[in-house]
């Protein structure tokens, strides 16, 4: 099976600091990857998109390293609404462009 | 605006019935799709659809049936339920082609509990 592994967590960090969490995926040859936000008893929805030369959306920084395959999230000056579970996901190609789901990191932000 | 509809949002069902989770879109998808989700694991895919017609297995198709009549709905049937299939259940539906920058629309959501 296609993995896609992240650690659960929970981070507790405090309001105002800087938290990274990394994601690896097992497929070389998966193409697309993706940070999904999960509030507790709710859908996922998309955080962002993550892109080969890396990109930046406001305090969201999202990393992609091929070579050691593994992506990353990084949320500077966090907010006590940051407080959710990240999804890791990745389009897999060889399972006809399913999307393979990490667990979820635990992001606990206090004030 | 509605997105992606999924019902019911609660269930509890008897070890032995059966029931069918509705879901439907209004976006036009070709792709549509259902999750469960445990906890401590991600999303796992039961079925899923590439258009009207065509269904096939994802990773956990055991015990569920599903059907795709329309492009609209996309029902799940347990078949007959047990204790190891209460989970929370996400419907999902996305254009067929998924790249940067695309992104998958879910349903709230259907919390079943089998007892």
């Known amino acids: 099976r296609k993995e896609v592994e992240q650690d659960p967590g929970p981070f507790n960090v405090p309001e105002g600091a800087t938290v990274a969490f990394n ?9 697309s990857f993706f940070w999904y936000r999960q509030d507790c008893r709710k859908e996922p929805k998309l955080l962002m998109s993550v892109y080969s030369s890396g990109n930046e959306d406001g305090r969201f920084t999202a990393q992609l390293n091929r070579a050691s395959q593994y992506i990353s999230l990084l949320i500077r000056d966090s907010k006590l609404s940051d407080s959710a579970t990240y999804l890791c ?23 | 605006n509605a997105g992606v509809t999924q ?7 008897k070890t ?5 989770l509705q879901c439907a879109q209004d976006m036009n998808h070709e792709y549509m799709s259902w999750y469960r989700q445990d906890p401590g694991m991600g999303l796992r895919l039961i079925h899923y659809s590439v258009g009207a017609g065509i269904t096939d297995q994802g990773e956990v198709p055991n015990g569920y049936n599903v059907s795709r009549s329309t492009t609209e709905d996309f029902p799940l ?33 259907s919390w079943l509990t089998v007892v």
């Open chain 1, 23 to 31: 994601c690896t995926y097992s497929n070389s040859a998966s193409q």
């Open chain 1, 89 to 111: 996901v990745v389009n897999d190609l060889d399972s006809n462009y399913q999307l393979i789901w990490g667990a979820g990191t635990k992001l606990i932000i206090k004030p």
């Open chain 2, 7 to 13: 019902t019911p949002k609660f269930q509890v069902l």
């Open chain 2, 16 to 20: 032995g019935q059966s029931m069918t």
């Open chain 2, 77 to 109: 049937r347990l078949l007959s339920a047990a204790p190891s299939q209460t989970s929370v259940y996400f419907c999902a539906s996305r254009p067929r082609q998924f790249r940067s920058g695309n992104t998958i629309y879910f349903g709230e959501g």
